[in-house]
């Protein structure tokens, strides 16, 4: 897989516009899945969650959708602000063994 | 602020050391996770506790341990450290430990190995 930091795909929005930031997971056994926001020298904080049986849930401005036939979830931020520059991780949570694994991580510039 | 607290916040040492990283969930949460971020991996999920028992295991080597106290706070002991180990180990909770619910991160530990 790619690496955190430095290696990052990096998406670059401007402020006011929607951003789209995109994961595919492989494991057919995941049933939760979770998107998280990771400020510079911070840990990684929870954004939205969506479960198997479902293909979208709405937040305060973020969107998740999951598509379970092709294995791919999206995370759409509605206005991106610049207070929503951060990296962005998918994880999945695996139905059997309950184990998390974690997507590589986007990092969201947000141009003023 | 999570509510989660981790100590130390830094810690450097060296090569084939032990060392016990501390955290301290959310008031009320009985279920603690470890991670493991590094430049080369990510974000890895080591090990889940839940009211003291051990509900899940991810990538965590031989050489690292874990436990959850009575009082629900976790160590993670890191031991034969390797300079590979180097990296942010993150401790989360949540209320139940079940997949359902928001796992709330703490601050971190930044391991160096010399």
């Known amino acids: 897989g790619e690496s955190v930091g430095l290696h990052l795909p990096t998406l670059s929005v401007q402020e006011g516009d929607n951003s789209i930031i995109n994961c595919a997971y492989s494991?057919?056994?995941?049933?939760?899945f979770i998107w998280y926001k990771q400020e510079s020298g911070k840990g990684p904080q929870f954004i939205i969650d969506?479960?198997?049986?479902?293909d979208k849930r709405q937040g305060q401005r973020v969107t998740v959708l999951l598509n379970k036939t092709v294995k791919h979830l999206s995370l759409q931020i509605a206005a991106t602000q610049p207070g929503d520059s951060a990296v962005y991780f998918c994880a999945e949570r695996d139905s059997g063994t309950y184990k998390y694994i974690f997507g590589t991580g986007t990092r969201l510039k947000v141009l003023a | 602020d999570s509510g989660v607290t981790q100590t130390p916040k830094h810690l450097i040492t060296a090569t084939g050391q032990r060392v016990t990283l501390r955290c301290s969930p959310r008031s009320g949460d009985l279920s603690v996770y470890w991670y493991q971020q590094s430049l080369d991996q990510g974000l890895q999920f080591l090990i889940q506790?839940?009211?003291?028992?051990?509900?899940a295991k991810g990538n965590i080597l031989e050489r690292f341990s874990a436990q959850q106290f009575p009082d629900l706070h976790s160590e993670l002991n890191l031991s034969s450290l390797e300079l590979g180990d180097s990296a942010l180990y993150f401790c989360a909770s949540s209320t139940l430990g079940t997949s359902q619910e928001t796992q709330y991160f703490g601050p971190g530990t930044r391991l160096l190995v010399l």
């Open positions: 494991n057919s056994a995941s049933d939760y």
């Open positions: 506790y839940y009211n003291g028992e051990e509900r």
């Open positions: 969506i479960r198997s049986n479902m």
